[in-house]
């Protein structure tokens, strides 16, 4: 059972240049999530989604798209990268009776 | 929104001491506090988390404490080993989606 998977594990791009990262559960999860690490800020999310076709902004959606067509995938796409979204970046789900959120091993992208 | 502030940013302990970590939140509408430990490399795994109508929840050597009235709770690793050494976030939420997280404790214990 692979659980939450994330790919790429590592990316580097351009700026302007349109970025997509993937995210893949296992579990059925309803719920799927974006969250970006820095320093000094720890994670924040970016955007959630609560079922197929039903997504909701976090605390920083700007420049960020996303879409979910199936439960088990949620991909996140920058489409004009900027140096300020180089970022590691994790995907997480949780399923509708619980708040516990698992988390992928990150996706760590460069902007150059 | 919910503001979420954890200290220390680093604690370094002798193996077999205890380990303290604090955070303190905002919104008192916050009812869920989880407790994430990050391995280099790994995304953040729950280690142990509490919600607002309980006081102290313990697993094993992991104790986690909250007081709603001051809006803080502590992390409590008791004889603490070399594997304890990572990074911890607390977070804190009220519905269970938007999930607001402290800037991390970089733990190392010291064989």
């Known amino acids: 059972d692979a659980g939450i998977t994330q790919s790429p594990r590592y990316k580097i791009t351009e700026t302007g240049r349109q970025v997509t990262l993937m995210c893949h559960q296992t579990w059925s999860h309803s719920y799927m999530f974006w969250y970006r690490q820095d320093l000094g800020h720890g994670l924040r999310l970016i955007y959630y989604?609560?079922?197929?076709?039903?997504?909701d902004k976090g605390e920083v959606p700007d420049g960020y798209v996303v879409s979910r067509s199936k439960t088990e995938n949620f991909p996140l796409t920058l489409e004009s990268a900027t140096r300020s979204q180089t970022s590691v970046y994790f995907c997480a789900s949780r399923n509708g009776f619980q708040e516990t959120q698992y988390f992928g091993p990150g996706t760590r992208l460069l902007v150059l | 929104g919910e503001n979420v502030e954890q200290h220390p940013s680093t604690l370094s302990v002798q193996e077999g001491d205890s380990a303290v970590i604090k955070c303190t939140y905002s919104?008192?509408?916050?009812?869920?506090f989880p407790w994430y430990k990050q391995e280099l490399g790994k995304g953040p795994q729950l280690i142990i988390d509490?919600?607002?109508?309980?006081g102290e929840k313990k697993d094993q050597r992991i104790a986690v404490t909250l007081n709603k009235t001051a809006k803080h709770f502590s992390l409590h690793i008791t004889e603490t080993q070399p594997e304890d050494s990572a990074v911890y976030f607390c977070?804190?939420?009220?519905?269970?989606?938007?999930?607001?997280f402290g800037t991390g404790t970089s733990l190392t214990v010291i064989p």
């Open positions: 919104d008192s509408a916050s009812n869920y």
């Open positions: 977070a804190a939420s009220k519905t269970g989606n938007q999930f607001y």
């Open positions: 989604s609560a079922a197929a076709d039903i997504t």
């Open positions: 509490i919600r607002s109508n309980v």
